[in-house]
């Protein structure tokens, strides 16, 4: 059939298909309260099931979807018109809103107890029959998703994700507006602030040679706000970071953004565990018990592995190395020896393993640059583990106790450098959690604080900031900055949730002595300091107040709330793992004339092929 041909003659003159119609209600907020109303609905057809005398066509919006019936022998024409309709059609209904007959009433549908009898039917468009169903259930590759975006956009838990991210939005202003926050742009076109990750660059066309960087967070400006007296600002901003991606990473990504002039640690904690309050009230009917508990980097490491520990459930990583500092195995011998540790944990009554799930622990750590993964089944006649004779009754006895250990349960060691047991076990106990279904429904929040400022990068050879340059040290450490960097700790603290790093931030440095100090422990001259930071630097001496701040992830906050698994289903227009858009395909080839005005010529011999897909799940 013709993409037109359901159309009215009057319908195919697209600039006066409304005519006088008005939308009186959204498909997806009517319910019993308005039966015997007229409604005029405007929205998508959903699905069509036409039962000869009666069609059905399940209409959707924004708001949700509605039944709609075309009885022939109430309305010929329109039941007529309606034989035409396809999935995706726009359309417009008006009819009235009655009780469905006893028996077909669908109680999973909000909209199930009623439907609306068409009396007038307008096709405002047809459409192409979809590359795939508009419906939440449906597996589809992400790539096609991503390519149609405007079609995936239109399926129910998308459009509440981007609803919710809306209503996120709103409160966090609320929020902060009823506090004395104001919300200030910064630059997009700016000087490099380093977050870490390498800068997008853009071209000066009026200053050739030179480039701008988009932000990768607005660090400094937020800062350079509280120099000049604003005391408290927050801003929902785009930042932007070339680094590799993952699920939860996006090149571009959104940042609830905040600082606050004359604080310490617990204020600026307190101020975001109440934004966190509001927003779970406001959104999701959520109560949350405030203050959050607090953890020291430490602390996390040593229990969970990880700076960002899911604490929603137990089975905590444990140190053996103690128990077997004078053992005669030698795997052991030789990691203790050499300054490593022995750590474990325990799976509570564990017999459903076999060998082979216990194998394919071992290819999960080896990801995570674990040698080997031990293990012993806990036995009422002692250990079934390849290595257990090389261990004395008394070491497997004390880690029995240690860990607490009962008859079936299975134990997994590391030995390692404690980097490695750290980050292997840490990230195994997050597998099993999810594998055994240990982890419950919760949102469990913590403080991580007490990280170090600097660490010793061996490829680098020099310090390096564990969160940014202008965190400020503790104020006990600052002796320690000049002979022992490494010993340092910072005011700074990351909020976890739920295993996600949502925010990190940090007093900051608002003397200037101590920042050009922090600068020279990351191998920057004075002359390198001067030259990126010299505005800042030159501000530090005009009145500089107290100042913390912190910025959250707004897309992976949305992503919790929402339940979704990775943060393009909360982004509108993500890009894939590639950084490409496959709906418009940036970034593509430009003009040779717009390269000539930039004063850049692309070497020759790059390769100019675009990587494709989504680079993770097909
Ligand atoms: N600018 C930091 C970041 O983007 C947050 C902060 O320290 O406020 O991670």
Redesign the pocket.
């Known amino acids: 059939m013709g993409k037109f041909e359901q159309q009215t003659s009057e319908e195919k003159n697209l600039t006066d298909l409304l005519g006088d119609l008005k939308r009186t209600d959204y498909c997806g907020n009517l319910d019993s309260k308005d039966i015997s109303r007229e409604v005029t609905l405007f929205g998508w057809v959903s699905r069509r099931r036409d039962l000869g005398g009666l069609i059905f066509v399940e209409m959707r919006d924004r708001q949700g979807t509605v039944q709609v019936v075309f009885n022939s022998e109430l309305n010929r024409a329109v039941h007529e018109k309606a034989q035409g309709l396809r999935s995706e059609y726009v359309i417009a209904v008006v009819g009235r809103v009655s009780l469905r007959p006893e028996g077909t009433a669908n109680p999973k549908l909000k909209t199930g107890q009623i439907e609306v009898s068409a009396s007038e039917l307008r096709i405002f468009n047809a459409s192409q029959n979809p590359p795939f169903p508009i419906e939440d259930e449906e597996q589809v590759a992400e790539n096609v998703r991503l390519k149609y975006r405007y079609l995936d956009l239109r399926r129910p838990k998308l459009q509440q994700n981007l609803i919710l991210r809306h209503r996120v939005a709103q409160e966090v202003r609320k929020y902060f507006d009823r506090l004395g926050f104001l919300e200030i742009e910064t630059p997009m076109l700016t000087k490099s602030t380093p977050?870490g990750a390498r800068d997008y660059l853009v071209p000066s066309r009026l200053n050739p040679g030179h480039f701008y960087a988009l932000p990768?967070?607005p660090?400094l400006f937020k800062q350079i706000l509280m120099i000049a007296g604003f005391d408290r600002y927050f801003q929902i901003v785009r930042?932007f970071r070339d680094e590799d991606l993952r699920s939860d990473r996006q090149p571009e990504f959104t940042?609830i953004?905040?600082?606050m002039s004359f604080v310490q640690v617990g204020d600026v904690q307190r101020i975001m565990e109440g934004l966190m309050v509001h927003i779970f009230k406001e959104t999701k009917g959520i109560d949350l018990q405030i203050p959050f508990p607090s953890m020291s980097y430490i602390e996390a490491m040593e229990r969970y592995g990880v700076d960002k520990p899911d604490i929603r459930f137990g089975m905590e990583l444990v140190d053996v190395s103690g128990i077997f500092r004078h053992s005669n195995f030698k795997v052991f011998q030789e990691v203790l020896g050499k300054g490593g540790t022995v750590k474990a944990l325990c799976v509570k009554g564990c017999t459903s393993f076999s060998r082979k799930e216990i194998d394919e622990l071992t290819t999960f750590v080896a990801a995570y640059g674990a040698k080997g993964l031990l293990w012993a089944r806990v036995g009422v006649d002692g250990w079934q583990s390849p290595v257990q004779k090389y261990l004395t009754p008394e070491e497997m006895g004390e880690v029995e106790r240690k860990l607490a250990a009962a008859k079936d349960d299975l134990l997994l060691f590391i030995a390692d450098t404690s980097k490695v047991a750290n980050q292997a076990l840490g990230n195994l106990r997050l597998h099993l959690g999810e594998k055994l279904h240990l982890i419950p429904d919760l949102y469990r929040f913590v403080w991580i604080v007490d990280f170090p400022l600097l660490e010793y990068d061996e490829t680098e050879k020099r310090y390096v900031a564990v969160?940014?340059p202008f965190?400020a040290p503790r104020d006990e450490d600052i002796p320690k900055l000049k002979e022992a960097p490494g010993e340092v700790k910072a005011k700074a603290y990351d909020l976890v949730l739920n295993g996600n790093e949502i925010g990190?931030?940090?007093i900051r440095n608002h003397l200037r002595e101590i920042q050009s100090l922090v600068f020279e422990k990351l191998g920057m001259g004075e002359e390198e300091a001067r030259e990126r930071f010299g505005f800042l630097l030159e501000a530090l001496e005009y009145g500089t107040p107290p100042h913390g701040?912190?910025?959250f992830g707004f897309d992976r906050l949305n992503m919790i709330l929402s339940a979704s698994d990775s943060i393009r289903d909360v982004i509108a227009f993500p890009k894939t793992q590639k950084a490409i858009c496959l709906m418009t395909d940036a970034p593509s080839r430009v003009d040779p004339r717009q390269l000539e005005e930039l004063s850049i010529r692309i070497k020759s011999g790059v390769a100019t092929n675009k990587a494709e897909g989504t680079g993770d799940r097909a």
């Open positions: 977050e990768q967070s660090q930042c940042q953004d905040v600082e969160h940014h965190t990190g931030g940090s701040g912190i910025a």
